[in-house]
């Protein structure tokens, strides 16, 4: 009796066998880190203009309450207001964050708003009334949990940057980098451009 040969498998059946062990072998490798980390990183810039943005959203409140007690005081007012405009009119989208001018631009306008707070808030010891009021004293409190959420915000930036700009120049994912990624650049963080500007402006009353 003779014995049939076995049938081979299909060659369309190996190729994809072969790009799945492949794609298995290279996801282990790391081939996927840099645009993931790179997400990471957008992400991240995005919780920092978010709470930027809801500090933004706190300033008109506050002025106003402090215009309400303490309207001789136009050229602090005058100040903080000018200072949010121009920290809402800079804005850093996902493919600028590579462009280091941008970045200086929008971390010096932020920490002008910062400044133009602090001496608002210090305007505060020289009116009791406002001191004691529960409008004002709810702004406070929202104004200083933004502090920490924006302190938080640029911290996980820093991190994700850093992971990311590591990926791009070690092996193996460097490797990657210059085969299949070469167009992702090095990612820019935050540098302080004042003294102390990693910390959030003092608004107790003491």
Same mark, same amino acid.
């Given at each position: 009796?003779?014995?049939?040969?076995?049938?081979?498998?299909?060659?369309?059946?190996?190729? %994809?066998?072969?790009? %799945?062990?492949? +794609?298995?072998?290279?996801? #282990?490798?790391? @081939?996927?880190?840099?645009?993931?980390?790179?997400?990471?990183?957008?992400? +991240?810039?995005?919780?920092?203009?978010?709470?930027?943005?809801?500090?933004?959203?706190?300033?008109?409140? $506050?002025?106003?309450?402090?215009? #309400?007690?303490? *309207?001789? &005081?136009? &050229?602090? %007012?005058?100040?903080?207001?000018?200072?949010?405009?121009?920290?809402?009119? @800079?804005? @850093?989208?996902? &493919?600028? $964050?590579?462009?280091?001018?941008?970045?200086r631009q929008?971390?010096?306008?932020?920490?002008?708003?910062?400044?133009? $707070?602090?001496?608002?808030?210090?305007?505060?010891?020289?009116?009791?009334?406002?001191?004691?009021?529960?409008?004002?004293?709810? $702004?406070q409190?929202?104004l200083?949990?933004?502090?920490?959420?924006? !302190?938080?915000? *640029?911290?996980?930036?820093?991190?994700?940057? &850093?992971?990311?700009?590591?990926?791009?120049?070690?092996?193996?994912? *460097?490797?990657?980098?210059?085969? %299949?990624?070469?167009?992702?650049?090095? *990612?820019?963080?935050?540098?302080?451009?004042?003294?102390?500007?990693?910390? !959030?402006?003092?608004?107790?009353?003491?």
């Open positions: 009796m003779q014995t049939r040969p076995t049938p081979l498998p299909d060659p369309r059946v190996w190729r %994809l066998a072969l790009v %799945l062990i492949l +794609a298995m072998l290279l996801t #282990g490798c790391g @081939i996927n880190n840099i645009p993931t980390y790179d997400e990471q990183v957008k992400s +991240a810039w995005a919780q920092v203009e978010n709470q930027y943005q809801r500090r933004a959203d706190l300033v008109p409140n $506050l002025v106003e309450t402090v215009k #309400g007690f303490a *309207r001789q &005081e136009q &050229e602090t %007012l005058t100040a903080v207001v000018e200072a949010r405009a121009k920290a809402t009119s @800079i804005q @850093i989208d996902a &493919e600028s $964050l590579d462009d280091p001018q941008k970045m929008f971390e010096q306008a932020q920490q002008q708003l910062s400044g133009a $707070l602090s001496r608002l808030m210090a305007v505060s010891e020289r009116y009791p009334d406002l001191k004691s009021n529960q409008n004002f004293l709810a $702004l409190s929202q200083e949990g933004t502090e920490n959420r924006i !302190a938080v915000a *640029r911290r996980d930036f820093i991190t994700a940057v &850093e992971r990311y700009n590591t990926e791009i120049r070690t092996f193996p994912g *460097r490797l990657w980098h210059s085969l %299949l990624y070469s167009d992702m650049p090095l *990612r820019e963080t935050f540098e302080a451009t004042t003294e102390n500007a990693d910390q !959030a402006p003092q608004v107790e009353f003491e």
